[in-house]
């Protein structure tokens, strides 16, 4: 009988060992996770507007064609498309935070993003978040709304949007009026709105004309029961351990119809000359050796007419590759071979 409650208070310990092992090493499992979810990096957060197909588009009206291309290049370049909850979850440490994330959002609710934008991100298999002013969406046909960038989603629009899943649904005020404490009032109906609209209960905000900083809208946010809130400072997110999700900056992608061309490139002096009939944009010029892989970048330049980039003779001397990219080189609208 001794022998047998021996045995029985060795297989005890032995069990009691395995089990602390166990939550040690699932404690340090998760541990590790979290630390890796919290890693510092930069994700970018495009700001778009409207997506349409034609000309005589303004600044915050991208052409279906430039969103194609962009999307497309998002592919080549191997991002994956995130949205503001997933930021949220990896905070937290939960969920998984890809290798290079980016999040695309589209802000005041067009009916452009249902009828150009939508189809081209199915097909590159990415999603979206969408943020609309819940009091101005409404009908369809003659009672369709409009706003500054074109016609607006109907109601019926975006529940179908949330219901596909592309893209998803968040605030963007009741009636985007540029008064912060107004503003700080309708982010509780606003998300209330966007659950009757689309039957999802949204936790994602956009501050109209981005306006943010003021504590009673960081309470409000927090009371209302949204988790992020993007604002318009043309700049990368930097992600990491104090990240600041009620402040996330975004980048501009700037529409409109253009034709950039290279004029010239001389070698002698590192100049390159850019010509663009159209919207200006915001560009710098990037020159990569076919040899080495090396790279030079210029300052970045509003390309109106005509501008003159400057870069190191020594970029010139061998065969190159030329870009004209974005502030934060994630598009190229010109690529040519030297």
């Not at 370049?77 to 290798?99: F, K, Q």
């Not at 689309?198 to 209302?224: C, I, Q």
């Not at 604002?231 to 034709?259: Q, W």
Request: with cysteine; hydrophobic share 40%; net charge positive.
């Amino acid at each position: 009988m001794i022998e047998g409650l021996e045995r029985k208070a060795e297989m005890a310990k032995r069990i009691t060992i395995a089990l602390v092992l166990a939550l040690s090493l699932g404690f340090l499992a998760r541990a590790g996770w979290r630390s890796w979810q919290l890693k510092p990096r930069d994700i970018p957060i495009l700001m778009y507007h409207n997506v349409l197909d034609g000309e005589n588009l303004s600044k915050w009206q991208v052409s279906a064609s430039d969103f194609e291309m962009q999307m497309r290049q998002l592919k080549e370049g191997g991002y994956t498309t995130i949205l503001p909850r997933d930021i949220w979850r990896a905070s937290r440490g939960w969920g998984l935070m890809p290798r290079k994330p980016i999040v695309i959002t589209f802000d005041d609710g067009y009916e452009g993003v249902m009828k150009f934008a939508e189809p081209i991100l199915a097909k590159y298999g990415f999603k979206a978040i969408c943020y609309i002013v819940c009091g101005r969406i409404g009908g369809e046909g003659e009672a369709r709304a409009t706003f500054d960038s074109g016609p607006l989603l109907s109601t019926n629009e975006c529940a179908a949007l949330a219901r596909r899943g592309t893209v998803s649904i968040g605030s963007h005020s009741m009636l985007h009026r540029p008064h912060p404490k107004r503003l700080a009032a309708e982010m509780g109906p606003s998300r209330k709105a966007v659950k009757a609209i689309t039957g999802v209960k949204t936790r994602d905000y956009a501050y109209p004309f981005g306006l943010h900083g003021y504590g009673f809208m960081y309470d409000s946010l927090k009371s209302s029961r949204y988790r992020t809130a993007v604002i318009c400072e043309d700049k990368m997110f930097h992600y990491g351990v104090e990240t600041n999700l009620f402040a996330m900056p975004r980048l501009s992608v700037y529409g409109g119809n253009r034709e950039l061309k290279v004029a010239s490139v001389d070698r002698a002096s590192g100049s390159v000359t850019l010509t663009n009939v159209g919207e200006s944009i915001p560009l710098r010029v990037t020159v990569i050796d076919a040899a080495s892989g090396k790279e030079w970048s210029s300052e970045l330049q509003n390309v109106v007419d005509k501008a003159v980039f400057s870069l190191p003779p020594e970029a010139f001397k061998g065969s190159f590759t030329l870009l004209a990219e974005d502030k934060a080189r994630i598009f190229h609208y010109i690529k040519e071979r030297h």
